[in-house]
Structure formats: C-alpha cells, structure tokens
C-alpha cells in the first residue's frame, strides 16, 4: 500500500461537500483506477490518509503531522496552503496565549519574542480574551511569513529523516483569493518556500 498523508484545513477537510467528493477520496480512486489500468492493481494499492482539519493553521499541521500522520509511515506527504493561512496562524497564536498554552517550538517563542509580545498583552481581561489581542496582531503581522517558512523547514526535514517526499499543494479560495493578481505575492512566497525545501 502506498499511503500518502494530506495536512490541510476546511478546503482539504472538505468542509461543505460529501466526502465522496473532497479532492482526498477523489485522488485516492483516481490513482486506483489508474493502476488498475496500468495493470499494476493487483501490486500496489493506494490510499490517502486525509488529517485536515477546519481552521488548522499551518502551525497545527506540523503538529497534525507529528502526533498523527507520522504514526502510519506514508509514502508521501501534501501540506496544503491558501491564502487564509496567515490568519489562521493568528488565530491559533492568539488562542495559545489567552489559554496559556506552551508554544512548542524554539522558533514560535524566538518570533514571539523578537515581536516584542509581553505578558501584560497576554493577560486576560474579566470575559476571559486576551487584553492586548490587537496589540499582539499587529506585532505578529510582520513575522507570519518566517513562520510558515520555519513551519515547512520542520515538515520537511522530518520527511527527509524518514525518508518520504514532501509536497506542497497550494489551493485559491473562492472570492477575492480567485483573483489572480489578488494572491500573487502570497502564491509567489509560498513557491519561494517550498522551491527552497525542494
């Protein structure tokens, strides 16, 4: 069996759609078919493993990765980017500092530092939010980029320690991101990334 892994959020989830119809379920009966064509059927089965999930950010898919996909040795693993997952990376950073979560790895604490974040804009307010979210935003803003790039240089170096292939799927979203110049710098960043991950 050849297993491949997809690390991804609500579009590689397939949120709003049967799961027949997600691109997973999709590109695993496409490659059996296919083999089955080539004669190869009865030597190779193929199967792919989907670990999105909704709002995961790119953060959360490293970590997806190493505490799930890992575990079932894949023959290939798709870390799938959009143009949301900026976003998404502040949301999940926001999250860990108002629940007082470890941030995990030496580069997220090195970036949070370096922004300047400080633990009066981490504490809480009487409802529980973080008092200096906005605050904590627009410092993070500028760092988004090295941290996806460190978040793929940790993916890939794993892969490269177990010896699998590491493909980086990059999806537009519907609305503005369909707009080709609207997401050029984003696409053209994310290519940056993985071309220097090979």
Not at 33 to 53: C, P, W, Y
Not at 91 to 120: M, P, S
Not at 134 to 142: A, F, H, M, V
Not at 161 to 169: D, E, R, S
């Amino acid at each position: 069996v050849f297993r491949i892994a997809i690390l991804g959020a609500s579009i590689d989830m397939g949120w709003g759609v049967k799961y027949q119809d997600d691109y997973a379920y999709q590109l695993e009966g496409w490659l059996n078919t296919h083999a089955q064509r080539q004669g190869f059927a009865s030597k190779r089965k193929f199967e792919v493993l989907n670990f999105a999930v909704a709002a995961y950010s790119p953060l959360q898919r490293l970590e997806s990765f190493r505490r799930k996909a890992k575990d079932f040795k894949p023959d290939l693993v798709i870390f799938s980017s959009t143009m949301l997952d900026s976003r998404l990376a502040e949301i999940h950073l926001c999250d860990a500092f108002r629940i007082q979560a470890d941030l995990t790895y030496d580069f997220v604490k090195d970036v949070v530092a370096r922004a300047g974040v400080t633990e009066g804009e981490r504490q809480l307010d009487s409802r529980g939010e973080l008092k200096g979210k906005d605050s904590i935003k627009r410092k993070l803003e500028p760092y988004y980029w090295e941290l996806y790039d460190d978040v793929v240089t940790t993916v890939a170096a794993d892969c490269r320690a177990a010896n699998v292939p590491l493909m980086m799927l990059i999806i537009p979203r519907v609305g503005k991101d369909a707009d080709a110049e609207a997401r050029a710098e984003s696409v053209g960043r994310l290519k940056a990334i993985a071309a220097r991950h090979a």
